[in-house]
């Protein structure tokens, strides 16, 4: 945020320099939401298969 906030400060930047560089962001924030949505999805689906007393059938990865 304060990197957001600082680009209005900056006297030496044109407005489409600004523009560009909150667009950058914009785009940077939109991405990661993306991201965690589908990540959401995938548990909501997850907790979908799930029963009662079943354990859910997930596939062990082993982490290098």
Request: no cysteine; proline share 5%; aromatic share 4%.
């Amino acid at each position: 945020m304060k990197k957001l906030l600082a680009l209005w400060e900056i006297d030496d930047r044109t407005p489409e320099e600004v523009r560009k560089s909150a667009m950058r962001h914009v785009w940077a924030l939109e991405a990661k939401a993306h991201a965690m949505r589908s990540i959401g999805q995938a548990l909501r689906d997850l907790a979908d298969t799930i029963e009662a007393q079943d354990r859910p059938k997930v596939p062990r990865f082993e982490v290098a």
